[in-house]
Structure formats: structure tokens, C-alpha cells
């Protein structure tokens, strides 16, 4: 069935680049996103993908696919305290009921000063 | 942005009782919402999608008498815990689906005593 895998940790200093991976099984996701969830909150829409493009960005966060590989990152310039949180990949796949995601496990970001 | 919110956002109940979490789309009508279950530190797991006047359609290992799923309207799904146990302890969060994205509710937290 489909999966989605990403690292489970990533530690960087306040201003550095964050680079989260991610890997994706299902070649028909039509969008691939990115949500952020901080602790005890529900999940905030990052960004999104659709499947024919290989690069998105939007202010600080640039999103690459590589269909091929099925692989998909998110890179935060400039990381701040701030974001500090749980990011999860997901990808979308169409279920009896209509279009649901599927989740990786999450990877938690720790951000230092 | 589009905006969900879920009430309540924390509730404390006996075992054997009945909890009723609701999960509306406040400035956009969504055919379809979804439910997902989350334990600390795990991923999200997708528990059913539920369209707009008709049933929904559970995942595999959902049980479909326990959680019981209402989606009379289009701004509005609920989901209810028939006789929780500790066991239904968990994070419960809902998402509406619009503009080809899914935008989630900030979470009800169940503890089930």
C-alpha cells in the first residue's frame, strides 16, 4: 500500500538551513504538501506540490520533487526558534470517499540559539 | 486562508460514556471531511472520510459503531466516541478539503479515565 517516509530528528542552529526528506510510494499523488504541527496544536498548511512540477518556494520555504525518485524535501532558509515543530509530509491518494493523505511519521525540527 | 475549528477542544470523561467532538469549516462549505487519530509522537491515521449526506467510509480497523460519523452539512461533521475506554485516549483531528488541499481543525484531545 502507499507510504510515506521521513527522517525522524533534524537539529540545526538559528539561521542555518533546514533541509526535511521525504519519500513517497504512491506515483499517482496529484499533490504532495507539507504541514507543520506545533506541540499540543493541530496541523498548519505549510505548502504543496503538484505532482508535475519539480520547485516550488514561497518566502523562506522552497519545496523540490523529484518524481522519479519519489522524493520530496522542504528547505527552510534563514531557520528560526520559531520553527521549531513537528513536520510531516503527506501525500494525497483517492479513497472509496474522494481524495484523503497519507502521512509520514513526522520529523521533529530543534532549532537552537 | 480557509479555517476549521473543532469543539471541544479538551474533554475528560468516565469510561462508558459517550463523547461528541464537532468539526465545522467556518469560511468555506467542504464536501468532504476527514477524521484522523493521533497517539504522542506518532504520525496522523486517517479513521474515515465523510461526505456530505451520505455515509462515511471507514479505514480498515475503524469501527464504524464506535465512531460514529455525522455530516449533515456543509460546514459541519461530527464524530462520536460511543462508550469510550481508556483505550480511545488520544488526539482526535478533523480536516475539511477545499481548493484541492485539506485544511485541519486545531485538534480535540480525549482522555478517557
Known amino acids: 500500500g502507499e507510504d510515506v517516509e521521513q527522517s525522524l530528528f533534524l537539529s540545526v542552529r538559528e539561521g542555518d538551513s533546514s533541509v526535511i526528506n521525504c519519500t513517497y510510494t504512491?506515483?499517482?499523488?496529484?499533490?504532495l504538501y507539507w504541514y507543520k504541527q506545533e506541540p499540543g496544536a493541530g496541523l498548519q498548511l505549510l505548502t504543496y506540490?503538484?505532482?508535475?512540477?519539480d520547485m516550488k518556494q514561497d518566502q523562506r520555504l522552497t519545496v523540490l520533487l523529484n518524481k522519479k525518485d519519489k522524493h520530496l524535501s522542504l528547505r527552510i532558509a534563514d531557520t528560526q526558534t520559531g520553527d521549531s515543530a513537528i513536520y510531516f509530509c503527506?501525500?494525497?491518494?483517492?479513497?472509496?470517499?474522494?481524495?484523503?493523505?497519507?502521512f509520514g511519521k513526522g520529523t521533529t525540527l530543534s532549532v537552537s540559539s | 486562508g480557509a479555517v476549521v475549528s473543532q469543539h471541544p477542544s479538551w474533554v475528560i470523561c468516565k469510561s462508558g460514556t459517550s463523547v461528541k467532538i464537532e468539526c465545522r469549516s467556518l469560511?468555506?462549505?467542504?464536501?468532504?471531511m476527514f477524521w484522523y487519530r493521533q497517539f504522542p509522537k506518532q504520525s496522523l491515521m486517517l479513521m474515515a472520510t465523510?461526505?456530505?449526506?451520505?455515509?462515511?467510509?471507514?479505514e480498515q480497523g475503524v469501527e464504524k459503531d464506535k465512531f460514529l460519523i455525522n455530516h449533515a452539512s456543509l460546514t459541519l461533521s461530527t464524530l462520536t466516541v460511543t462508550s469510550a475506554h481508556p483505550e480511545d485516549s488520544s488526539f482526535y483531528i478533523c480536516?475539511?478539503?477545499?481548493?484541492?488541499?485539506?485544511?485541519f481543525g486545531p485538534g480535540t484531545r480525549l482522555l478517557v479515565l
Open positions: 480536516s475539511a478539503s477545499a481548493f484541492e488541499t485539506q485544511y
Open positions: 504512491d506515483s499517482s499523488s496529484t499533490y
Open positions: 506540490i503538484f505532482s508535475n512540477m
Open positions: 503527506a501525500e494525497s491518494f483517492l479513497n472509496q470517499a474522494g481524495t484523503a493523505l497519507i
Open positions: 469560511d468555506f462549505q467542504a464536501t468532504t
Open positions: 465523510s461526505n456530505e449526506g451520505s455515509k462515511a467510509t471507514y
